[in-house]
């Protein structure tokens, strides 16, 4: 423990304040305890030895075991009984009470109050406190000298520990008043700290001062009107006389002048509150000051919830002044405004922005930075706020409508429309109705019509015909009820588009919305409003559907847009906003970028493709990105080829259109320009299979965004060997053209261009060749007797075989169709024969057991035939010019020096899509 510490470690007194330098004054009360384990018993501990300036204390033991007492100046406790009663508040003087029988310190008075004490500890049932439990809390009086020190000394044993202070005769060293800001807007709070050791009457509770301030002498300061929560409080009035006889000199006077330079308008104006709640605030310009916490010295006129009861009149003019002064402190409160800035941060988005991004839009407008003490947002209905607006094609808002007021047309002079915003103040009898109407012209039923209020988006059901007029009326809101002006906003928004002119889309794509940013300031007293944008672009899937824009955040500090067709230059998006200048004049400023659309490119990923290739669709297009946060999937549409565009294609088929072109087509994949569509056929051509429903949608193709902002999709499928061209009609896809579509609703140009990619689908020239050119001549091994031992003829070895094994390798990567692991050849596809002259057998190579490739992906499939030596040549049930016909001649049928055996494969499709033997051959030598 520091020695300093430890010298006074159970001696707590709370004018021992460094702030103050150990300094007290007037009727400040100061609280002495006694913080000592070993006197802590609550039934039996005696009373601790406690003197100020060797005058006994009397300590009273509360129920947390340690001692209390309090103590004041005496002279000060007569002079505020006679004059306001501050110790006790009661009508007629405080009896003293000698709560020991042995005390004659005439110094020492005892007054029991809870005015200046209103939190002392409870009193213990220690028998020690009996005297004085009735009367407590108590404030004991003792003679101190002006400018000396008091000593409070608590005799623990033969160490006694003591803490000396000074009672000062002019507290006003310890007096002052210090602002928020060095310059404030209008409109903006006024957040005074004062520091004031006078001020600071009460150790266990908050103070509370309440001045009339537009009286330079004060000739009304209340003490504690107002508790800590702003409840009422003990009530205790001065006049600034009684202040200085309690020695608070010049701190007792705390004065505002609203217009110093008589410019005949106030400066700055007085409200409640959470911390005063006075009937006439304004006209009797009250402050009230609260204490920051018990015994701090420290005032400060904001309430919790960090709202000032001084503000700066919202019509305040630049340059003009408001003075407060506090122990003849004066403070000036200059008026400034600040000139703002509005940016557009498309450095923060890679330089270019594309849709479902955010860019973030930054003010910076010290002129809405109205509370220091709180980071604020700016405020739809707070009609001091100007709003940061974007609008797209043209709106209807409520400076095109009729607006009424319980069923009246309200005059002009009751309206005031905001420039940018597009917000009304509107006046009328509180609580009455408030309606727009509105006249939409040239009504198209392909369009969506939507109605605004609060940022919520209503659907509008029109019912006249397309091109006519068609009233339309909306409850816009009520009258404040306390008579203030409704503020409000109404719109109409158009979107959509028309189907009868697909590409004309600088006419028929519509966007005609208005947007509103409530930016919200980045931290306390920075003066920066930020928000987002993001934009959705149409595209031909959402521009047809209401939920597309039913949702869009139109009011709020993260909005989203839409964007119908490229803006770019003089049509970019642009955020405007009416700043008021240095010079306090309104200015219009703003940013704007680029919200382009882009061209699209769809690839595969080879020029050329084989039966059961996996082909890799990739789609670029940063416009079907219509959501940074989530990764976008678009789908096949499947269903029964009807003759719509749609079906078999990635889109949508349910788009309510009045043409019948393909709306919601996005992209599809054609052999030799002929859509993979749905039909029903038998696509092997075997008619012990049932036929099949053929087509894109049957592959579970579609395409997946990479990452959630990327715009890049991707998409797979395999190459079928054949494909229904119509019910019951199949073709072999090999030899066509395989081409992918896109539909790109809005290039770089914004406008609505096919795209694509083609391929090839071809087949390989299949090869066939044995491992070796010349082969044994396959033996008989029981002709051939074994020798055992070099004297001992044995008889046959039945393990020793004569057997000639050919090794035969196809080539044909056309085969190779499994996506993963071996694929097999038929055996049919494999002929071998023995030739000797012009004699030939029969096929030796005959097997219902396929031929298994080497690997996956070789295309390489290997046959082991194993020959004896000799053959069959039977040709029973062999049809004359059947080719499998065995014509040997020579008998007995075995194989022999000289002859050919040859090996023939049949590729049913080759490099030019026709069929195609290939062969080998090889010779038997011994």
């Known amino acids: 423990m520091p020695s300093a510490f430890a010298a006074t470690e159970n001696l707590v007194v709370s004018a021992d304040n460094n702030l103050f330098t150990k300094s007290f004054n007037g009727p400040m009360v100061i609280e002495v305890v006694v913080n000592d384990n070993d006197i802590d018993d609550l039934a039996n501990s005696a009373e601790p030895d406690v003197t100020v300036n060797g005058a006994t204390l009397k300590m009273i033991q509360a129920g947390d075991g340690n001692w209390y007492a309090y103590i004041a100046e005496s002279e000060i406790i007569s002079n505020s009984l006679v004059n306001v009663s501050l110790f006790g508040g009661l009508d007629d003087p405080h009896s003293a009470h000698a709560f020991h029988s042995d005390n004659t310190d005439a110094e020492s008075i005892y007054l029991d109050t809870d005015v200046v004490v209103r939190q002392p500890k409870e009193p213990s049932l220690n028998p020690l406190n009996a005297d004085i439990a009735d009367d407590w809390p108590v404030v004991q009086g003792f003679d101190f000298t002006v400018g000396g020190d008091v000593t409070v000394t608590y005799a623990k044993g033969g160490n006694p520990q003591s803490i000396t202070m000074e009672f000062l005769d002019d507290p006003d060293d310890f007096a002052s008043l210090s602002l928020d800001r060095s310059s404030y807007p209008p409109g903006a709070e006024i957040h005074m700290t004062i520091q004031s050791l006078a001020h600071n009457i009460d150790p266990t509770d908050e103070d509370s001062w309440t001045y009339i301030t537009a009286d330079p002498n004060n000739s009304s300061v209340i003490y504690g009107q107002f508790n800590e929560n702003g409840d009422p409080g003990v009530n205790i009035n001065f006049t600034t ?445 075997n008619v012990n299979t049932p036929a099949t429903v053929d087509g894109l949608s049957t592959t579970g193709f579609t395409l997946r965004e990479t990452n959630s902002t990327s715009g890049i999709f991707v998409g797979t499928f395999q190459i079928p060997q054949n494909y229904c061209t119509g019910d019951n009609t199949v073709s072999t896809t090999t030899g066509k053209d395989l081409e992918v579509n896109y539909v790109d609703y809005s290039d770089a140009s914004g406008e609505l261009i096919e795209v694509g990619d083609s391929a090839g689908i071809s087949a390989n020239t299949g090869s066939v060749s044995f491992g070796r050119s010349v082969y044994p001549v396959p033996f008989d091994p029981s002709q051939y007797p074994t020798q055992n031992t070099p004297h001992t003829i044995a008889s046959t070895d039945s393990s020793i075989s004569g057997d000639t094994v050919l090794h035969i390798r196809v080539n044909d990567p056309d085969y190779d169709i499994s996506g993963s692991g071996p694929d097999t050849l038929p055996a049919s596809k494999v002929t071998v024969k023995l030739v000797r002259g012009s004699q030939t057998s029969h096929n030796l190579a005959i097997s219902d057991a396929p031929i298994e490739e080497i690997s996956p992906i070789s295309g390489i499939f290997e046959l082991d035939l194993a020959l004896g030596h000799t053959f ?35 590729d049913d499709t080759d490099a030019s899509g026709n069929l195609n033997t290939v062969t080998d051959s090889a010779t038997f030598d011994l």
């Open 241 to 685: 006389e009684h202040l200085k006889t309690l020695k608070f000199d010049d701190s007792a006077v705390l004065t505002i002048d609203t217009d110093p330079n008589n410019h005949g308008t106030p400066i700055l104006e007085f409200k409640n509150n959470d911390d005063q709640d006075h009937d006439n605030v304004a006209t009797n310009s009250q402050v009230t000051i609260l204490e920051t916490q018990p015994n701090s010295g420290i005032f400060k006129n904001t309430d919790k919830a960090d709202v000032a009861n001084i503000k700066v009149a919202n019509n305040a003019s630049r340059d003009y002044t408001g003075t407060i002064d506090f122990a003849d402190n004066p403070e000036s409160v200059p008026i400034s405004n600040y000139p703002g800035s509005l940016v557009m941060d498309i450095n923060g988005i890679g330089g270019t922005w594309n849709g479902g991004e955010e860019i973030t839009v930054t003010l910076d407008d010290g002129d809405l930075n109205l509370n220091s003490l709180v980071d604020q947002d700016i405020d739809i209905n707070n009609w001091d706020h100007k709003i940061p607006t974007v609008i797209t094609g043209s709106p209807l808002t409520l400076e095109d409508s009729t607006i009424t007021v319980g069923g009246i047309i309200v005059e002009d002079s009751d309206i005031n429309i905001d420039t940018f915003s597009k917000r009304a103040s509107i006046s009328g009898p509180p609580g009455q109705e408030v309606q727009a109407i509105f006249d939409i012209e040239n009504v198209n039923t392909d369009l969506f019509y939507f109605s605004n209020t609060e940022g919520e988006l209503a659907l509008i059901t029109l019912t006249v015909a397309d091109g006519e007029t068609q009233e339309y009326s909306f409850v816009i809101g009520n009258i404040p009820s306390d008579g203030s002006n409704l503020i409000a906003v109404g719109d109409i928004f158009i979107f959509g588009q028309d189907p009868e002119q697909l590409e004309n889309a600088a006419v028929t794509r519509n966007a005609n919305a208005i947007y509103r940013m409530l930016l919200e300031e980045t931290g306390d007293n920075t003066a920066m409003y930020t928000g987002s944008i993001e934009y959705t672009a149409l595209n031909q899937l959402n521009v047809g559907d209401s939920d597309t824009y039913a949702g869009l955040a139109t009011i709020d500090d993260e909005i989203t847009i839409i964007v119908p067709t490229d803006l770019t230059d003089e049509d970019a998006v642009r955020v405007d906003y009416l700043d008021t200048d240095g010079q306090g004049i309104e200015t219009q400023i703003g940013d704007q970028v680029d919200a382009p659309t882009h061209s699209g490119i769809v690839s595969f990923d080879d020029s050329n493709y084989k039966v059961a290739d996996t082909v890799t669709v990739t789609l670029n297009d940063a416009d079907l990105n219509t959501n940074s946060d989530t990764t976008e999937v678009y789908t096949i549409r499947a269903g029964t080829n009807d003759g719509n565009k749609i079906y078999d294609r990635v889109g949508l088929v349910d788009i309510t259109i009045s043409n019948s072109s393909a709306y919601g087509r996005l992209l599809d994949i054609t052999f030799d320009d002929a859509a993979w569509s749905s039909y029903t056929c038998d696509l092997d051509n």
């Open 872 to 906: 069959t040549c039977d040709n029973t049930g062999l049809a004359e010019n059947n080719p499998n016909r065995c014509t040997f001649t020579d008998t007995p049928y075995r194989i022999q020096q000289g002859d050919i055996v040859t090996v023939e494969y049949t």
